[in-house]
């Protein structure tokens, strides 16, 4: 049974930075993907970066490229996202979640989520 645990998100100005973490339990198969997602108050969930389990960097939401970033720590099985020069729109609940049949059979696998604030 494959479970994620989210953590590293909370509160922080204009321009900070936060790293959040996702800390994958069980195994994986190599050909699925990975994904963190987000949900702000009142408003649709929306995607902001997919993976490959082996790593390989595949999407980003246009409003986070460059300076959003992936990564992944295989010893830890945790996969990372590292958020810089935070705006006030980034501020949401953000969640990964994952495939277990392959990247196109969907995201099954999803985290409890953790709470990013970006305020002045």
């Known amino acids: 049974q494959v479970q994620l645990v989210e953590s590293g998100g909370g509160s922080v100005q204009i321009g900070g930075s936060l790293r959040l973490s996702c800390a994958v339990s069980?195994?994986?198969?190599?050909?699925?993907?990975m994904a963190w997602f987000r949900q702000a108050p009142g408003k649709e969930r929306e995607q902001v970066t997919i993976i490959e389990t082996s790593g390989v960097e595949l999407w980003y939401r246009d409003s986070v490229k460059g300076r959003f970033f992936t990564s992944q720590d295989y010893a830890k099985n945790t996969v990372f996202l590292q958020m810089n020069s935070l705006k006030p729109e980034d501020t949401a609940m953000y969640y990964c979640?994952?495939?277990?049949?392959?990247?196109?059979?969907?995201?099954?696998?999803w985290g409890q989520g953790t709470q990013v604030t970006v305020s002045s």
């Open positions: 069980g195994i994986i198969d190599s050909n699925n993907c």
């Open positions: 979640a994952t495939t277990r049949h392959g990247c196109g059979s969907g995201f099954s696998v």
